[in-house]
């Protein structure tokens, strides 16, 4: 069974620039969470998707967003990327929104230059 | 608010305990979690603990939960130089809040 898969494992892209990360949450789990953990820090929550509708959002602006598709599924965009936006980008699944039986996936590593 | 507070790094010799603190803020918390990374990786849940429990043991591993003073502890029994990892404890509420994460080293 395979757990929850992120696509891709690494980017490079420009200042400015756009960027679409995807997640495939493990089989059965219908929420997906995204993450971003920039070098040394903990994963800080950037929002969660459930049914479809982004139900929870952490403090990130506006530039930041996403989608659940109907197979559960999920993209993360960034708009007019930021050096500061550098870090592995993380997602987690869960069988509903329930608080605990988060499986993560290993995380896109992107570098802004 | 909330807050995950840990101490940053962590060096015990092979065979010895390892005992790794957090304190955390939210009083509301369900549950606490400890998820450990390795380089290059995502998180791997180590084990978790209910906010209404004291402590629970799961093969080396043993959490502490002192709620007076929203202090968790992970316990590594027999420490191999294979757990060294980045540690991290979350709390839930409504939504997973990290520490900054304890590097742990394991001398041989």
């Known amino acids: 069974d395979a757990g929850v898969t992120q696509s891709p494992t690494h980017l490079i892209k420009t200042r400015g620039q756009q960027v679409t990360l995807r997640c495939s949450p493990k089989?059965?789990?219908?929420?997906v969470s995204w993450y971003q953990q920039a070098l040394g820090q903990g994963p800080q929550f950037i929002f969660q998707?459930?049914?479809?509708?982004?139900?929870q959002r952490g403090n990130f602006p506006d530039r930041f967003s996403g989608h659940q598709f109907p197979n559960y599924s999920s993209e993360l965009n960034v708009n007019a990327l930021l050096l500061g936006d550098s870090a592995l980008y993380l997602c987690?699944?869960?069988?509903?929104?329930?608080?605990?039986?988060?499986?993560f996936g290993s995380g896109t590593r992107l570098t802004v230059v | 608010g909330e807050d995950v507070e840990q101490s940053l790094f962590l060096s015990v010799r092979e065979g010895d305990s390892s005992v790794i603190n957090c304190t955390y803020t939210?009083?509301?918390?369900?549950?606490l979690y400890w998820y450990k990374q390795e380089p290059g990786a995502g998180l791997q849940l180590l084990t978790y603990?209910?906010?209404?429990?004291d402590m629970k043991q799961d093969q080396r591993l043993t959490v502490l939960l002192n709620k007076k003073d929203k202090h968790l502890s992970l316990r590594i029994a027999d420490t191999q130089t294979g757990d060294s990892a980045i540690y991290f404890c979350?709390?839930?509420?409504?939504?997973?809040?990290f520490g900054a994460g304890t590097i742990l080293r394991v001398k041989s």
């Open positions: 089989s059965g789990h219908d929420t």
């Open positions: 979350a709390e839930y509420g409504n939504k997973l809040v």
């Open positions: 998707y459930y049914e479809e509708e982004e139900r």
């Open positions: 603990i209910f906010s209404n429990m």
């Open positions: 939210d009083s509301s918390s369900t549950y």
């Open positions: 987690a699944s869960s069988p509903g929104q329930q608080d605990y039986g988060y499986t």
